[in-house]
């Protein structure tokens, strides 16, 4: 007798395709994990593929401003880093009697 077809939902082969791409896993081995069937899997990564273009890694102008503004971000959140690090050190010099 037949096996009665799964439905999985979007939430579900969204983070199976997500794992696939960003882990760079093969996707037999992410199917045996996620308990489904490696065909079933790989027509998801590829339908992906397809509704994110044809992949070839260009920036839309959305995106190249949105990391811009992350990049901006990055250097000032490191600089207070770099801040806090050298307050603390000169905190610490003070509490040691240096």
């Given at each position: 007798?037949g096996e009665?077809?799964?439905?999985?939902?979007?939430?579900?082969?969204?983070?199976?395709?997500?794992?696939?791409?960003?882990?760079?896993?093969?996707?037999?081995?992410?199917?045996?994990?996620?308990?489904?069937?490696?065909?079933?899997?790989?027509?998801?990564?590829?339908?992906?593929?397809?509704?994110?273009?044809?992949?070839?890694?260009?920036?839309?102008?959305d995106e190249?401003?949105?990391?811009?503004?992350?990049?901006?971000?990055?250097?000032?959140?490191?600089?207070?880093c770099d801040?806090?690090?050298?307050?603390?050190?000169?905190?610490?010099?003070?509490?040691?009697?240096?």
């Amino acid at each position: 007798m037949g096996e009665t077809r799964r439905k999985f939902d979007a939430d579900f082969k969204e983070g199976a395709v997500r794992l696939v791409q960003e882990t760079g896993k093969p996707i037999a081995q992410v199917a045996r994990e996620f308990g489904v069937n490696e065909g079933t899997l790989g027509s998801w990564v590829t339908v992906d593929r397809r509704r994110r273009g044809a992949g070839d890694g260009a920036l839309d102008a959305d995106e190249r401003a949105e990391l811009a503004r992350l990049r901006r971000k990055c250097a000032e959140l490191e600089m207070r880093c770099d801040v806090l690090k050298r307050s603390v050190a000169l905190w610490v010099g003070e509490a040691m009697g240096r």
